[in-house]
């Protein structure tokens, strides 16, 4: 079964570190390269990392540049996402994504996992 | 930063066409990929490159682009389509970036 779970989230003080992880089954992980996206409550989705398949070359978005840092793990078909300096606007879903089945011009996300819930409170 | 901008919100009754835009500067030279997000899912690729369907999703479900615009379009509507639509592009002009639009939340009358 094709699939991505997510795991590591949880509540965490402003400032303080937090890593996800990303464990995919079902596909050939080091074939693919690999997203995290967010979604803060109630609002619409954010990309935030991109990592190549072999972890060669990465990616983020300005909101989360020299904060966060996008790994994996081929070995053990796991995707990371270690956030270090974390604020209360870091509060999201933290969805892996990828694309494995489609084959679109420019990444296009056709398998997602169901997400795991960061918040960010003192 | 590039910016895909949605309608918040569609309306539509049963039955009839319900058409969701995305725009952004020079759209027309991007692949365009759309989503569609139930309450407490993960979001669902609906069409990516502009038009096409993935395995499963049905017809009436279809995507184009003119201009400065792509327009995802969902025919006979139903209940079950009632979702939260995002539009999404790479975007390389800086440093590789993919982009989403703000969503529309779509709603059957």
């Known amino acids: 079964q094709v699939q991505l779970v997510e795991s590591g989230g949880g509540v965490v003080q402003p400032g303080r570190s937090l890593r996800l992880s990303c464990a995919a089954s079902?596909?050939?992980?080091?074939?693919?390269?690999m997203h995290w996206v967010r979604q803060a409550p109630g609002k619409g989705l954010e990309w935030v990392a991109v990592?190549?398949?072999?972890?060669?070359?990465?990616y983020y978005a300005d909101s989360v540049k020299g904060r966060f840092t996008i790994s994996r793990d081929n070995s053990r078909n796991t995707l990371y996402l270690q956030m270090t300096s974390l604020r209360s606007e870091d509060t999201a879903v933290y969805y892996c994504?990828?694309?494995?089945?489609?084959?679109?011009?420019?990444?296009?996300?056709?398998?997602w996992g169901q997400g795991t819930m960061v918040t960010v409170s003192s | 930063s590039y910016v895909l901008t949605q309608p918040p919100s569609v309306s539509v009754a049963p039955g009839q066409t319900a058409r969701i835009t995305c725009g952004g500067n020079d759209i027309g030279s991007k692949s365009v990929h759309w989503y569609q997000q139930k309450p407490g899912q993960a979001p669902v690729l609906v069409v990516y490159d502009d038009t096409v369907r993935p395995s499963g999703i049905p017809e009436r479900i279809s995507g184009s682009k003119s201009g400065n615009t792509a327009t995802l379009t969902i025919s006979r509507v139903e209940a079950g389509v009632e979702a939260d639509y995002y539009c999404q592009v790479w975007d390389s002009s800086t440093d590789d970036s993919w982009v989403f639009g703000g969503g529309t939340k779509l709603t059957v009358l």
């Open positions: 990592t190549s398949y072999d972890g060669s070359n990465k």
């Open positions: 079902g596909f050939t992980f080091y074939s693919y390269g």
């Open positions: 994504a990828t694309q494995v089945v489609v084959i679109a011009t420019q990444d296009a996300f056709d398998l």
